[in-house]
C-alpha cells in the first residue's frame, strides 16, 4: 500500500511540460518544497546559491537544464509549445516537455532516474553499457583467459614434477633409516609449495586449481592412488601439515 501511494504521489508530480525551475525541483525531490522555493525566486530563471544553502543541488540542477537548452542538447519552447527560439532563454514561460526531458537526461545523465520522469522499472534498469565499454571488457576477458591458460599449464606441470618426485622419493626410501635432514627440508618445501598453489588464487583473484581446501586435495589423491605406500587420509594430513608448518617457519626466519 505505501508503495502503491508512493508510485501515485510520483505520478501526481509528473507534467506534460514544466518550466526549468519546476524541472529541477523535481529532479532534487524537493517537490514537499516547491511553494517556498517559487515564491523565493520570484521571476529568476536560475536560483542563486545564497538562495537555497542547503540545498546546492537546486540551483546545478537548474544550471544543468539551461545548459542544455542554450547548447542545443534540450528542445524548449513556450507553455508546452517547442519552438527552440534564442529569443525564449530569459522567458519566465520557457518549458521543456516531459518526453524531451527525458530523453535528454537518458542520454547525458544515465545514472541519473527521478521517480517523476521514469517509472519503478525503468529506475531498476542498469543505464546501457557503451560498445566501447563492452570492447574494453571483452578485451580484459580474453586477456584474462590466457593468464589462465598460462597458469593451468603452469599447474600441470607442477603437478607432474610434484609426481615424479614422490615416486623418486618412494624408491629411494629406505625404512631402516630417517630421510636426511637436508632431503627432508627439500621434500617439505616442495609438498608446501605445491599444496599453497593448489589452493591459491592468481593476482587477479582466480583460483589456481579446482581444489578450495586441504580435505578436497587429500579426497582427490585418496580417490586416485590410495593402497599406495603413504597415500592414507592420516598421512596425507600428517605430512601436509608439517610442510605448511615448514614454510611457515621458513617465511618467518626470512
Known sequence: ?????????HHHYSKVSYRPIEAAIRWSDLM???SRILHVIGDKP????QDFPRWPMLCLN???IFDAIRNGDLSFGKNGITSNDPMLFDDPDLTVRHVDLKLWMSH?????????LFDVVERQLQPAISVRSLQT?????EALSVQLAEHEQSLATMQ??????????EHKRDPSREVAPRSETTYLNIVGGLLTLLLGKSPGGRPYSSFETTDSVISALLAHYEGRPGISERTLWAKFSAARRH???SDRRR
Not at 500500500?1 to 504521489?9: D, L
Open 1 to 9: 500500500m505505501e508503495t502503491q501511494m508512493r508510485k501515485a504521489r
Open 32 to 34: 514537499r518544497f516547491e
Open 46 to 49: 536560475i536560483p542563486d546559491r
Open 62 to 64: 537548474t544550471e544543468r
Open 108 to 116: 547525458f545523465y544515465p545514472d541519473q532516474k527521478p521517480a517523476f
Open 137 to 141: 571488457l571483452l578485451a580484459d576477458r
Open 160 to 169: 607432474a614434477k610434484y609426481e615424479s618426485v614422490c615416486e623418486e622419493l
Open 247 to 249: 614454510l611457515d617457519a
